[in-house]
């Protein structure tokens, strides 16, 4: 089982629907994550949280926003999507943001199909 | 830019077989080393890391990799492959610049019966 719980599972929405995609961990990691990823690639960093702040914003589109209500929650809110948004949404966290302290752990994911 | 390469993109072998996945990395600081497996439709699990110490590093499912400093290297090696074993195989590197988290394209390892 994984510590990062992310739901839901699975998520269809239209490009017109306003949906968001849940994390929590209760491990007192200060680091939290979303990524995405295609079938057969490797995960692509969208955001960085570091103690509830937004550290790193990897050139994501405005229809995805990311919020941190507190330590152990990370959300993405999903406004107007694009067929080609449809992907894995993963969330993960870590310890830290220092090297000693990266080690990745991931949740599930959110299979996320726009319509 | 800092990259991680995976050459073997996809993989076929038949159980029993020994398995190497090659990964090299490009940074010359200091990093820390990852594997990750992912089974079909399943989320990234960790099957190894590497921080320092022994370079040898032992790992779940009997996976292991050995972190070579002077090639920039950390493969991934399983004496005798499952069927079980079919999924995506991902390094990764943790580097102290920025704390960037970089993983490699994958390698998708085929165990035919």
């Known amino acids: 089982d994984t510590e990062v719980t992310q739901t839901p599972k699975h998520l269809v929405m239209g490009m017109t629907n306003k949906k968001s995609l849940k994390c929590e961990q209760h491990?007192?990691?200060?680091?939290m994550y979303w990524y995405k990823q295609k079938a057969k690639k490797p995960p692509e960093l969208m955001f960085v949280?570091?103690?509830?702040?937004?550290?790193i914003n990897e050139s994501v589109p405005s229809r995805f926003s990311p919020e941190c209500p507190n330590s152990s929650l990370l959300n993405l809110h999903l406004h107007a999507l694009q067929p080609e948004d449809s992907a894995l949404y993963l969330c993960?966290?870590?310890?830290?943001?220092?090297?000693?302290?990266?080690?990745?752990?991931f949740g599930s994911g959110t299979r996320l199909t726009v319509v | 830019a800092q990259s991680v390469s995976q050459h073997n993109h996809h993989v076929i072998l038949s159980e029993a077989a020994s398995l190497e996945l090659g990964c090299n990395y490009s940074?010359?600081?200091?990093?820390?080393l990852f594997w990750y497996v992912q089974y079909p439709g399943q989320h990234l699990q960790l099957l190894l890391k590497?921080?320092?110490?022994?370079?040898l590093v032992k790992g779940i499912k009997g996976f292991e990799a050995e972190f070579i400093k002077s090639k920039f290297s950390f493969n991934l090696r399983k004496p005798s492959v499952q069927w079980s074993d079919t999924a995506e195989y991902f390094c990764?590197?943790?580097?102290?610049?920025?704390?960037?988290?970089?993983f490699g394209t994958g390698t998708s390892l085929t165990v035919i019966p």
């Open positions: 993960a966290s870590s310890r830290g943001v220092g090297i000693s302290r990266g080690n990745r752990t």
């Open positions: 491990m007192g990691h200060r680091a």
């Open positions: 949280y570091s103690y509830e702040k937004l550290s």
């Open positions: 940074y010359g600081g200091t990093v820390n």
């Open positions: 590497y921080f320092s110490g022994d370079p």
């Open positions: 990764a590197v943790n580097a102290r610049t920025g704390n960037q988290f970089y």
